[in-house]
């Protein structure tokens, strides 16, 4: 099955408590779940659409519930295995956002990164790898006829956080010529 329009976010985790430089602090996260949902708005992400991103605290879970809210089908490609990925990229932002990722999980197609066999991926870490399969996976899932649409929730930093960042995302979907929104929460009041 294919869809006509696709939508796969990317961006900040909500910032660890010891963050030294804010980039998505957690008193941001209502203002950037009102633009998300904004965002969504303007591209009439309903029933018929896929929304895919990787699950972790911040912008994806606010997307990812967003999308479920207008009946979009969810897809939830996770990094590690659910109590890894729990550990490392949900669990430090809290209970709350810990129960939000479960919650989803039930409402989600999920599907965690298949073990590189040999690490065959070079030098490639685990979030650099997901972003490809985020990618790959809309490309593959958009009608011949379809749109991809990609949401960042991004600080716009060129140099990120290196491959497997929002940074090297934005790249990446820029050259496939998807239309993308920033939502940037350093600058939102």
């Known amino acids: 099955m294919s869809f006509d329009k696709v939508v796969i976010c990317s961006g900040h985790m909500l910032d660890a408590p010891d963050r030294s430089t804010p980039r998505f602090p957690a008193s941001k996260a209502e203002a950037?779940?009102?633009k998300i949902a904004q965002q969504l708005d303007q591209w009439e992400v309903g029933a018929d659409d896929l929304a895919?991103?990787?699950g972790?605290?911040?912008a994806?879970?606010?997307f990812a519930e967003e999308c479920v809210r207008r009946g979009a089908r969810l897809r939830l490609l996770l990094a590690q295995e659910v109590d890894a990925f729990v550990r490392d990229s949900v669990q430090h932002a809290g209970a709350d956002w810990v129960q939000r990722f479960h919650n989803l999980r039930e409402k989600a197609e999920v599907a965690v990164l298949p073990a590189s066999p040999g690490e065959e991926s070079g030098?490639?870490?685990i979030y650099a790898r997901v972003n490809l399969w985020i990618i790959e996976t809309a490309r593959s899932e958009t009608?011949?006829?379809g749109k991809l649409y990609t949401l960042l929730v991004w600080d716009e930093k060129a140099t990120g956080d290196g491959p497997g960042g929002t940074?090297?995302?934005e790249t990446r979907v820029r050259?496939?010529?998807a239309e993308i929104r920033i939502i940037n929460p350093t600058i939102i009041r």
């Open 175 to 177: 050259d496939l010529g």
């Open 123 to 125: 030098d490639l870490s």
């Open 52 to 54: 895919i991103c990787g």
């Open 32 to 34: 950037v779940g009102t």
């Open 60 to 62: 994806d879970i606010l």
């Open 56 to 58: 972790a605290c911040g």
């Open 167 to 169: 940074s090297d995302f």
């Open 143 to 145: 009608a011949d006829s």
